[in-house]
T-cell receptor, first 115, second 114 residues
Framework: AQSVAQPEDQVNVAEGNPLTVKCTYS??????LFWYVQYPNRGLQFLLK??????LVKGSYGFEAEFNKSQTSFHLKKPSALVSDSALYFC?????????????FGAGTRLAVHP | EAQVTQNPRYLITVTGKKLTVTCSQN?????MSWYRQDPGLGLRQIYY???????DKGDVPEGYKVSRKEKRNFPLILESPSPNQTSLYFC?????????????FGSGTQLSVL
């Protein structure tokens, strides 16, 4: 069965420091991987996705993610965190199965960036 | 502006009183879906629709109904709400529902069933 794990409920980072939000997945076949961000009182917004090709994917707001097939991971990273990056981050895996797009979300990781 | 619009933003109701949460998108998307978000569980799919008059169950469909009579609209219906349906609900859409497509989300509906 497909699954996504985000092992940390919360990540705390000082402004200006690099940040990593972890995600591991379990899916048969080739995965399509996504990161979404949810700001307070807002819907989820797409950040980036991995479909195929280069393992390092660049996305919105300076975020990037690295696909590691051997470790089945897709960690979200940013070289220098901003206070405005504080939000809830969701990793998701998608696979076309049974005729439709089955998207499985992780439980979410709350990122808190402190001044 | 391309968007998914949900209404209402907040809803408090009582057990058993039928309610409808509306969802509309202006991007001519074929695929629409409803999710509920609960702490520690992430987002779980309730129902989805691949096109007009084509709907199917997601992972947690019990207690919900949907309809897709027009391409732009995908209302979520709770005919007899119960307290375990208290949750944050999101409508989402994408162009065709392809596995590599990003989803566009509405701003959410916070539902409380007393």
């Amino acid at each position: 069965a497909q699954s996504v794990a985000q092992p940390e409920d919360q990540v705390n980072v000082a402004e200006g420091n690099p940040l990593t939000v972890k995600c591991t997945y379990s899916v048969s076949g080739n995965p399509y991987l996504f990161w979404y961000v949810q700001y307070p009182n807002r819907g989820l917004q797409f950040l980036l996705k991995y479909i195929t090709g280069d393992n390092l994917v660049k996305g919105s707001y300076g975020f990037e993610a690295e696909f590691n097939k051997s470790q089945t991971s897709f960690h979200l990273k940013k070289p220098s965190a901003l206070v405005s990056d504080s939000a809830l981050y969701f990793c998701a895996v998608s696979r076309f199965s049974g005729g439709y797009n089955k998207l499985i979300f992780g439980a979410g990781t709350r990122l808190a960036v402190h001044p | 502006e391309a968007q998914v619009t949900q209404n209402p933003r907040y809803l408090i109701t009582v057990t058993g009183k039928k309610l409808t949460v509306t969802c509309s998108q202006n991007m001519n998307h074929e695929y629409m879906s409803w999710y509920r978000q609960d702490p520690g569980l992430g987002l779980r799919q309730i129902y989805y629709s691949m096109n007009v008059e084509v709907t199917d169950k997601g992972d947690v469909p019990e207690g919900y109904k949907v309809s897709r009579k027009e391409k732009r609209n995908f209302p979520l219906i709770l005919e007899s709400p119960s307290p375990n349906q208290t949750s944050l609900y999101f409508c989402a859409s994408s162009k065709t529902g392809g596995a590599n497509e990003k989803l566009f989300f509405g701003s959410g509906t916070q539902l409380s069933v007393l």
